[in-house]
């Protein structure tokens, strides 16, 4: 069985998946990534393939090492064939980590109507239709953009941290300004959610992903959520597995 590498360079840091076939034997995230890391983790699983998407500019020297340690290497662009349709009217300016998102639910739940939310640095709410189909979505700041945002943009309110108590009514302004950030952010999934429930059915299925993904699913109130960290490098491992068949 192929050996494969998938890597997600994001807006903070990187992650890096070996998968064996569809079975993930490993996971690492890296701030920042290197070419050595790449490097070693190849060299301990005898990588053959490997595939790359990055946010980023300038990753040159990793997409160097990506290079040298497989035989074969597939770049992730909108151009890239994959097993999803685009309709989105600038997918050159669709970001690698949506498509990617929006595969790996595809992937894992064939047939279904999701939504895909992305909770990192930027917040992304995706439609990826049961028949395949990348609908479009929204974009958002994350949830420490916006406690950054409140404390640099006014004279007196705190720097909040995005942990501890979060009450739907804050009952100082810590907690205020916690409630009116994360539970602001809970609350546009869930109305996201209901709408896309009334107009593409019941049965949507909506999936959380990211880095403050555990934080917002805790809080919210959707039937059938799911958090699955690891929906983008699922998707990552199918593109390459397509290109492959093809």
Do not use: W
């Amino acid at each position: 069985m192929e050996v494969s590498m998938a890597i997600d360079q994001g807006n903070s840091r990187a992650k890096v998946a070996i998968f064996a076939g569809e079975e993930l034997v490993e996971l690492r995230q890296y701030e920042p990534l290197s070419a050595a890391h790449i490097e070693e983790m190849a060299a301990r699983h005898a990588v053959s393939r490997a595939i790359y998407s990055s946010v980023r500019v300038g990753d040159e020297a990793v997409a160097a090492a990506v290079a040298r340690v497989a035989g074969k290497v597939v770049r992730l662009s909108h151009c890239t064939p994959m097993p999803l349709t685009i309709d989105y009217a600038t997918p050159a300016t669709l970001g690698h980590d949506r498509i990617a998102a929006a595969v790996g639910a595809v992937s894992v739940y064939p047939g279904c109507n999701c939504l895909v939310v992305d909770a990192g640095t930027a917040v992304t709410l995706d439609v990826v239709t049961a028949d395949g189909r990348f609908a479009g979505g929204r974009i958002a700041p994350g949830v420490r953009m916006r406690l950054e945002s409140l404390h640099r943009y006014t004279s007196r309110l705190p720097l909040v941290d995005a942990g501890g108590d979060t009450p739907f009514v804050g009952y100082d302004t810590a907690t205020a300004i916690r409630s009116g950030v994360v539970q602001g952010m809970v609350g546009e999934i869930e109305s996201c959610s209901r709408k896309l429930r009334g107009t593409l059915g019941s049965d949507l299925r909506v999936i959380l992903t990211g880095g403050d993904a555990m934080l917002l699913a805790g809080l919210a109130d959707i039937a059938g959520l799911v958090v699955d960290e690891n929906i983008l490098m699922k998707g990552l491992n199918r593109i390459l597995q397509y290109n492959d068949e093809i």
